[in-house]
């Protein structure tokens, strides 16, 4: 079993019992107790557990997270994420191979792209999935893996592994937070694991993100801002923090919101 095979069984192990322990685990996965403590070291830094004497523990703040449905958060800012969308739909051009995550924004990106002739599109959303199927002339690779039902995405070692094979052209990824400290964030950790590996197979990254994520911390951070070329928001979106997020090199698209929503 891989690292990151083992890594995600033991999150699958804290989430169904809320702790762990090395001897345990010791056992389960037939590796050194050393090897045990480096994935717990790991998961540490992600900031998911606490270690305690012979184990870890869930974190207070993971045990009371919870995410709306993609459906619910689709209607959240529909306009203004429609706008991103439609801005990042643009860059889009024939030929390419573009990367989808699943989240609100990109699906209403999907719904935008059935003009676009010889497209392949890649992707772990079901629904971003069935949005691109309207373009009758788009290859579409949906990647397998486990199903979490509240976003309609498949995430796990399967789908990382399949990412791996792709260069794209583009990735366009949703967020669940924007923090000057941590970067872009996400609320689930299998998704920031797929994420990260989105990040590694696009040639330009491109983020989607509506006013309503800025200066909110996800869960775990899937990417630094160095590692991003765009962030396309709204002119809902604070300046001030616009500009900060400018000076680390991304190129931050801000899109107009005429008689829309405030913030």
Same mark, same amino acid.
């Given at each position: ?17 809320? =702790? ?6 010791? $056992? ?8 045990? $403590? ?45 706008? #991103? ?40 959303? #079901? ?15 949906? &990647? ?28 366009? &990824? ?6 000057? $400290?941590?970067?872009?964030? =996400? ?6 694991? #797929? ?8 040639? $330009? ?13 996800? &869960? ?44």
């Amino acid at each position: 079993m891989i690292v990151i095979q083992r890594r995600n069984k033991i999150k699958e192990r804290l989430f169904e019992s809320r =702790s762990v322990k090395v001897s345990d685990l010791v $056992r389960e996965f037939n590796v050194s107790e050393e090897t045990i $403590r480096r994935d717990l070291n790991q998961l540490e830094r992600e900031g998911l557990i606490k270690k305690n004497y012979g184990g870890a523990i869930l974190t207070e703040e993971i045990e009371n997270i919870s995410t709306p449905p993609v459906q619910q958060r689709k209607l959240q800012h529909y306009e203004e994420k429609m706008a #991103i969308a439609k801005k990042a739909a643009e860059l889009v051009q024939e030929q390419q191979i573009i990367i989808l995550d699943s989240g609100s924004t990109t699906w209403c990106m999907a719904s935008l792209l059935r003009g676009v002739p010889n497209l392949m599109v890649v992707t772990n959303g #079901i629904n971003v999935a069935e949005e691109c199927s309207h373009n009758e002339d788009a290859a579409i690779f949906l &990647l397998g893996g486990k199903l979490i039902k509240k976003s309609m995405s498949l995430v796990g070692p399967q789908a990382e592994i399949e990412l791996h094979k792709y260069n794209a052209h583009y990735a366009f &990824l949703g967020v669940s937070g924007i923090s000057l $400290r941590k970067g872009f964030t =996400s609320s689930d950790i299998y998704e920031a694991e #797929i994420k990260r590996a989105m990040v590694a197979s696009g040639q $330009r990254i491109v983020i989607l993100a509506d006013h309503s994520k800025f200066m909110r911390q996800g &869960l775990v951070a899937f990417s630094s801002f160095q590692d991003v070329d765009m962030l396309i928001t709204s002119d809902l979106t604070d300046g001030d923090t616009i500009k900060e997020i400018e000076k680390f090199g991304v190129n931050v698209i801000v899109c107009p919101m005429r008689g829309g929503e405030s913030p």
